[in-house]
């Protein structure tokens, strides 16, 4: 069984030890090496990763990989192990880790993100601006109209697999891409970037954090669930007070937290 969770990043940064993690300079095309392997490479969409943002690693670890089970996860957050060790990389879930839990489910997610006071259309329309979301929609209805029950219940459902975070067997994962690159491909044609600034032109990766459990749900694929694990520190009353600056005061996120 061959494993490759690819750790999208766009700096130099502490990697896992483990054999399975495959540390991949997204967004590499014309920029300095950071000693990563590049998405540069093979079948890929490095240029757009200004707009795609770590989708760029999914297409190209889609397109180029070949193990048995691919998965995405981000240089600072990841899926969380059983270890207790006081190195907080040894805490990430582990290769042995990994094997257990794919061979009795077709996917490994983060455990859900719920926003309690907010449904996850509102909660987009408050922070980001809602219109590509919208096409999205659209073009669902047009294109794969099976799905489109799941994105109206956007607009009810409160929590949702989020961060483009998954561990898929590889035929999944084929399934799934091709999927989700048909639609952000017509999104792209039918939205121009240049009306939203550099953070809100990265609607793409916001747009398909949305779209897995929807495309999930349709499909009815098994799964488990695993405790996500942040690097990094995350100051949760910034986050908080811009959460709900956002929804009563109409102020949209001008970054990421």
């Known amino acids: 069984m061959k494993i490759s969770v690819v750790v999208a990043t766009h700096k130099k940064y502490k990697m896992p030890k483990y054999k399975s993690y495959l540390p991949l300079h997204v967004g590499c095309e014309g920029k300095e090496s950071l000693e990563f392997k590049g998405d540069n490479t093979g079948d890929n969409i490095s240029k757009k990763n200004s707009n795609f943002c770590e989708l760029t690693g999914l297409y190209w670890a889609w397109k180029n990989l070949k193990d048995d089970y691919i998965g995405l996860v981000h240089y600072r957050r990841y899926f969380k192990g059983n270890s207790k060790s006081k190195d907080i990389f040894e805490r990430i879930l582990s290769d042995k880790e990994i094997g257990d ?9 983060p455990k859900k993100r719920n926003y309690y006071i907010e449904t996850l259309y509102s909660h987009y329309e408050h922070t980001m601006y809602v219109e590509p979301l919208d096409i999205t929609g659209k073009i669902i209805q047009e294109k794969y ?3 489109y029950k799941e994105f109206e219940l ?11 975070m998954f561990i898929m067997k590889r035929d999944i994962l084929n399934e799934y891409c091709t999927w989700l ?8 044609k039918k939205v121009d970037n240049s009306q939203y600034d550099s953070f809100h032109g990265r609607f793409y990766g916001r747009v398909s954090e949305l779209l897995l459990d929807v495309w999930l749900n ?13 690097i990094e520190k ?10 709900l600056k956002a929804k009563f005061f109409g102020k949209k996120y001008d970054k990421s937290f």
């Open 218 to 230: 349709t499909k009815g694929y098994t799964y488990k669930e695993v405790p996500l694990l942040n």
């Open 154 to 164: 956007l607009k009810k459902r409160t929590s949702a697999h989020m961060f483009n």
């Open 181 to 188: 690159f048909d639609i952000l491909f017509e999104l792209e």
């Open 101 to 109: 839990l794919i061979k009795s489910n077709d996917i490994i997610l």
């Open 145 to 147: 109209p099976d799905y």
């Open 234 to 243: 995350v100051n949760w009353i910034k986050k908080g007070s811009s959460f």
